[in-house]
């Protein structure tokens, strides 16, 4: 059996405050392979989107071990982490968090260009992964000038735009209709025939969940197999 992408043993998140310690996490064991696609599900402050942010390297576990890939966040410096970010992981949120002043082609373009690309190649990049998602006519529309289903998608081709091996969509359909949520879902399910990506997504939405190779739930600071 190869290595699994994601390695997590013994994984910890504790918030303390002068009142008490909550334990979000506890002692928290997880693997998936490369190119699968897992849903984890929870009540409404469960810890899913914590979760999320440790294993995109946006926030530290309080114990345990993590690994992505080649990485070992659990030994990573700021530094190094913001370049595991960059490289290896892409993020969708349940707000897209487009830039209101550039057009979807500059949105998606931006973390490339960031990176050192050539302006021309950072763009050209996000032109094919705007027309992947059926958005080839909305190229210089600005996010205002967009559906929500459209502007979804933009972000997510904005994720995938430094070609990660890992995409992290947090309620990536909560905001929008049950129209636009059955398009978004398709593309994120399509990630790994289409990209290579392994997705790893948070959401309450059952039916989304459903799509999902594998599906947990965490509860507890406890992930189980639903």
């Given at each position: 059996?190869?290595?699994?992408?994601?390695?997590?043993?013994g994984?910890?998140k504790?918030?303390?405050?002068?009142?008490e310690e909550?334990?979000?996490?506890?002692?928290?064991?997880?693997a998936?392979?490369?190119?699968?696609?897992?849903a984890?599900?929870?009540?409404?402050?469960s810890?899913?989107s914590?979760?999320l942010?440790?294993?995109?390297?946006?926030?530290?576990?309080?114990?345990?071990?993590?690994?992505?890939g080649?990485?070992?966040?659990?030994?990573l410096?700021?530094?190094?982490?913001?370049?595991?970010?960059?490289?290896?992981?892409g993020?969708?949120?349940?707000?897209?968090?487009?830039l209101?002043d550039f057009?979807?082609?500059?949105?998606?373009?931006?973390?490339?260009?960031?990176?050192?690309?050539?302006?021309?190649?950072?763009?050209?990049?996000?032109?094919?992964l705007l027309?992947?998602m059926e958005l080839g006519?909305r190229?210089?529309?600005?996010?205002s000038?967009?559906?929500?289903?459209?502007?979804?998608?933009a972000a997510i081709a904005?994720?995938l735009?430094?070609?990660?091996g890992?995409?992290?969509?947090?309620e990536?359909?909560?905001n929008l209709?049950a129209a636009?949520?059955?398009?978004?879902?398709s593309?994120?399910?399509g990630?790994s025939?289409?990209?290579g990506?392994?997705?790893?997504?948070a959401?309450?939405?059952?039916e989304?969940?459903?799509?999902?190779?594998?599906?947990?739930?965490?509860?507890?600071?406890?992930?189980?197999?639903a």
């Open positions: 059996m190869s290595e699994p992408l994601i390695s997590c043993r994984l910890g504790t918030f303390a405050s002068a009142a909550l334990h979000v996490l506890r002692d928290l064991d997880f998936a392979e490369a190119g699968a696609s897992v984890v599900t929870g009540a409404s402050g810890g899913k914590t979760f942010s440790i294993l995109g390297g946006l926030d530290r576990p309080s114990s345990g071990e993590l690994r992505v080649a990485w070992n966040l659990s030994a410096p700021e530094r190094r982490l913001a370049e595991f970010r960059a490289s290896t992981v993020f969708v949120f349940q707000f897209h968090y487009l209101k057009d979807a082609l500059e949105n998606v373009a931006l973390p490339a260009y960031m990176r050192g690309e050539p302006r021309a190649q950072a763009f050209e990049k996000a032109r094919i027309e992947d006519s190229l210089h529309h600005f996010p000038q967009l559906s929500g289903g459209e502007r979804q998608r904005r994720a735009v430094n070609s990660p890992l995409v992290l969509a947090d990536p359909t909560g209709d636009s949520a059955r398009n978004v879902r593309v994120l399910f990630l025939a289409r990209y990506a392994t997705l790893i997504l959401t309450h939405d059952r989304l969940a459903a799509a999902a190779d594998f599906r947990y739930e965490l509860s507890g600071g406890e992930l189980h197999l």
